[in-house]
């Protein structure tokens, strides 16, 4: 096992769906995969590796936030060989285009995360990037399912609960949505030479002050999984 993962070499697919919340991990091995296997409960962030549609896929919480989610993706990859990561979650509509329910796809990463200038020094602006593969793939997958999407910048922010930052600055720019955690994922994908792509739902929106029912909050939801898992089969070689 790795510091943070209780798994055995082996036991974790290499494509792996990572929402952030632990209990979203356990719902979608239930609800969508077969054959599924409990391998972590390290600190309750739990993972499981199924089967969708024959192929072997895992779900592994990654916390909230860059540092908790740069934790499990760096185990997973370098201690459990993980190739491709698909960031599943929910997100705060920024743009008027963007709507409650709407499905996300992150084409980018901004951030006000210390992460990159951590790793390149100051004055180098370095931008995460989703894999082309994945985006394009995950896109006419939504069109095949009838699914509408929106792709553009994500912006993940370091605080939640921030009263000094310039919103809509970032929207006058052009970023769709927030969550906390796209950036730093693009960034370790690049690093260690995996794929990886966000798909987020509308979950609330920081210009309207809307925030989903719960009703809706499942709908998209399931709408999220199923794309997620459709192009994740898609992008299984074997
Ligand atoms: N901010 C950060 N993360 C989020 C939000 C938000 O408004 N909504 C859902 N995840």
Do not use: W
């Amino acid at each position: 096992m790795s510091t943070h993962i209780g798994a055995n070499k082996g036991d974790i697919a290499e494509t792996v769906l990572m929402p952030g919340d632990p209990l979203r991990a356990k719902f979608i091995a239930e609800n969508y995969l077969d054959n599924v296997v409990q391998y972590s409960s390290v600190r309750n962030m739990f993972g499981f590796t199924g089967t969708y549609k024959g192929k072997r896929i895992s779900v592994q919480g990654s916390g909230m936030g860059i540092p908790s989610l740069a934790i499990y993706t760096t185990e997973l990859i370098k201690e459990y060989g993980v190739k491709t990561i698909y960031r599943v979650g929910s997100c705060g509509g920024m743009s008027p285009d963007v709507h409650m329910r709407d499905v996300i796809l992150g084409q980018a990463g901004t951030t006000d995360s210390s992460i990159i200038e951590n790793t390149f020094g100051p004055n180098m602006y370095y931008s995460p990037i989703a894999d082309f593969g994945l985006l394009d793939s995950a896109y006419h997958t939504a069109e095949e399912m009838g699914i509408n999407t929106k792709v553009g910048n994500i912006f993940a922010a370091d605080r939640f609960y921030n009263d000094e930052i310039d919103i809509q600055k970032l929207i006058d720019y052009g970023v769709l949505a927030t969550e906390m955690e796209t950036s730093g994922l693009y960034l370790l994908a690049a690093k260690h030479h995996i794929r990886a792509l966000t798909i987020l739902t509308v979950s609330d929106h920081l210009l309207s002050g809307e925030a989903m029912s719960a009703k809706d909050r499942e709908t998209s939801f399931d709408e999220m999984i199923r794309l997620a898992l459709n192009t994740a089969v898609k992008n299984i070689e074997e």
